[in-house]
């Protein structure tokens, strides 16, 4: 894999992942940076420039994984148990070094400012991070707003979101909310806070800052979207970083080169990250689904895809990704894609994740046994769905694949 320079690239991948949580009220974390962002014209804090503003903005939220905390972090003004997204976050950032920075922000984003003063960390990210919980704040007045007057303009939340402001007393470091309230007089600040404009807004800045994205920080960032894949549902729990173990021993074992195998072990980790996109009822239901259900869970690849395929270095584990549920007769998908057109890759990637997929102990059924798992893949096998060259090996190497699988 090709080192590059990617570091806006990776934020606004980290920050879809992070806004796929929202099923209602996706991009998030793209207005809290946005607005972060426009208010550094109107602030000074030291040390942090508009862009570490709006990064920290995009990434406030990495620590929230399940939709049913979201709409509690939309809908409650205060809540008190905001800060575990906060420590969860924390964790997740502390694995990439070039967003340090950032850190405190996180941790503190739901802090009142009253509380915040006394802590012993550096004033330019009690500001920071006093900012966020300002714009966190704002952007759930303005879903309050339009959940109450559904067809209005989210300027005319204006009035609604700076009185509302002036009645939180204690929350914010109070020069933050005087920039505020100057930044939101321009209609444009509005405008681009639409769904339709903001990423196209975002996607257009140029970013400063510049990192070397190599294979060991590739897949520090794997795990980081794969827990927060994995913290959505426990019934998912470590399916992903298993897979993408077993997909690496098969594909090594196979002779692929060495960055290859660890590309498909990152592909692994991320196969399901498309899953988030999916409401939690529908992940956890335990009966069949229904239609509708069952489309909203096949379009788990193509989202995947989707959000992986935006950074160059993932534009592979992003193909692969994809096409996990794909099936050598044409009965897969997304893509419904036959024989030739899957690469050996993705045929590794989806025997790895039925196997573990069937070898993993769930709230509601054991853990299958391995003869069990060898007799429903031989069958798949048989019917012309699975790659039967890597069968054979799995068949030989069984109880090898299933320590992975179940480790
Ligand atoms: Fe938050
Ligand atoms: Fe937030
Ligand atoms: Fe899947």
Same mark, same amino acid.
């Given at each position: 894999m090709q080192a590059n320079h990617c570091f806006k690239d990776l934020t606004l991948m980290i920050s879809d992942v992070i806004d796929q949580v929202g099923l209602d009220d996706t991009q998030h974390g793209k207005r809290v940076g946005y607005?972060?962002?426009?208010?550094?014209?109107?602030?000074?804090i030291e040390g942090f420039t508009a862009e570490d503003l709006l990064v920290a903005g995009l990434l406030h939220d990495i620590g929230v994984s399940s939709s049913r905390e979201h709409e509690l972090l939309v809908t409650l003004m205060d809540w008190e148990k905001s800060s575990f997204h906060c420590a969860e976050g924390v964790k997740l950032l502390e694995n990439l070094p070039f967003y340090h920075k950032y850190i405190d922000v996180v941790r503190y984003h739901h802090t009142h400012w009253d509380k915040l003063q006394p802590l012993p960390i550096s004033n330019s990210s009690k500001q920071a991070a006093s =900012?966020? @919980?300002?714009?966190?704040?704002?952007?759930a007045l303005l879903f309050q707003y339009l959940a109450q007057n559904p067809d209005d303009e989210a300027i005319h939340a204006r009035e609604f979101i700076h009185t509302n402001l002036s009645q939180l007393d204690g929350f914010f470091y109070p020069p933050l909310v005087e920039a505020f309230v100057k930044a939101s007089t321009i209609d444009a600040f509005w405008f681009n806070l639409e769904?339709?404009?903001?990423?196209?807004?975002?996607?257009? =800045?140029? @970013?400063?800052?510049s990192i070397t994205l190599d294979l060991v920080s590739t897949e520090a960032v794997a795990l980081i979207l794969a827990a927060a894949v994995d913290a959505k549902s426990p019934f998912t729990a470590e399916h992903s970083l298993n897979v993408g173990a077993l997909a690496y021993y098969i594909a090594k074992q196979l002779e692929l080169d060495e960055a290859r195998?660890?590309?498909?072990k990152i592909a692994g980790y991320l196969h399901d990250i498309g899953k988030l996109h999916i409401p939690d009822n529908i992940l956890e239901k335990e009966g069949p689904l229904n239609a509708k259900e069952t489309v909203a869970m096949h379009r788990h690849g193509f989202e995947a895809q989707d959000i992986l395929e935006r950074v160059t270095s993932f534009k592979e584990i992003a193909l692969w990704a994809c096409q996990h549920h794909e099936f050598l007769d044409g009965s897969g998908y997304p893509y419904q894609?036959?024989?030739d057109q899957i690469p050996f890759e993705s045929r590794i990637l989806t025997i790895a994740d039925i196997f573990q997929a069937l070898a993993q102990k769930r709230p509601y059924r054991d853990s299958m046994p391995v003869n069990q798992v060898m007799q429903i893949l031989t069958e798949l096998a048989e019917q012309g769905k699975i790659d039967t060259q890597i069968m054979a090996f799995v068949q030989d190497h069984?109880?090898?694949?299933?320590?992975?699988?179940?480790?």
């Amino acid at each position: 894999m090709q080192a590059n320079h990617c570091f806006k690239d990776l934020t606004l991948m980290i920050s879809d992942v992070i806004d796929q949580v929202g099923l209602d009220d996706t991009q998030h974390g793209k207005r809290v940076g946005y607005m972060a962002w426009q208010c550094a014209d109107h602030l000074e804090i030291e040390g942090f420039t508009a862009e570490d503003l709006l990064v920290a903005g995009l990434l406030h939220d990495i620590g929230v994984s399940s939709s049913r905390e979201h709409e509690l972090l939309v809908t409650l003004m205060d809540w008190e148990k905001s800060s575990f997204h906060c420590a969860e976050g924390v964790k997740l950032l502390e694995n990439l070094p070039f967003y340090h920075k950032y850190i405190d922000v996180v941790r503190y984003h739901h802090t009142h400012w009253d509380k915040l003063q006394p802590l012993p960390i550096s004033n330019s990210s009690k500001q920071a991070a006093s =900012l966020i @919980f300002l714009m966190d704040r704002v952007d759930a007045l303005l879903f309050q707003y339009l959940a109450q007057n559904p067809d209005d303009e989210a300027i005319h939340a204006r009035e609604f979101i700076h009185t509302n402001l002036s009645q939180l007393d204690g929350f914010f470091y109070p020069p933050l909310v005087e920039a505020f309230v100057k930044a939101s007089t321009i209609d444009a600040f509005w405008f681009n806070l639409e769904k339709s404009h903001l990423s196209r807004y975002l996607q257009h =800045l140029d @970013f400063e800052k510049s990192i070397t994205l190599d294979l060991v920080s590739t897949e520090a960032v794997a795990l980081i979207l794969a827990a927060a894949v994995d913290a959505k549902s426990p019934f998912t729990a470590e399916h992903s970083l298993n897979v993408g173990a077993l997909a690496y021993y098969i594909a090594k074992q196979l002779e692929l080169d060495e960055a290859r195998c660890q590309q498909l072990k990152i592909a692994g980790y991320l196969h399901d990250i498309g899953k988030l996109h999916i409401p939690d009822n529908i992940l956890e239901k335990e009966g069949p689904l229904n239609a509708k259900e069952t489309v909203a869970m096949h379009r788990h690849g193509f989202e995947a895809q989707d959000i992986l395929e935006r950074v160059t270095s993932f534009k592979e584990i992003a193909l692969w990704a994809c096409q996990h549920h794909e099936f050598l007769d044409g009965s897969g998908y997304p893509y419904q894609l036959k024989g030739d057109q899957i690469p050996f890759e993705s045929r590794i990637l989806t025997i790895a994740d039925i196997f573990q997929a069937l070898a993993q102990k769930r709230p509601y059924r054991d853990s299958m046994p391995v003869n069990q798992v060898m007799q429903i893949l031989t069958e798949l096998a048989e019917q012309g769905k699975i790659d039967t060259q890597i069968m054979a090996f799995v068949q030989d190497h069984q109880q090898q694949c299933w320590q992975l699988a179940t480790a």
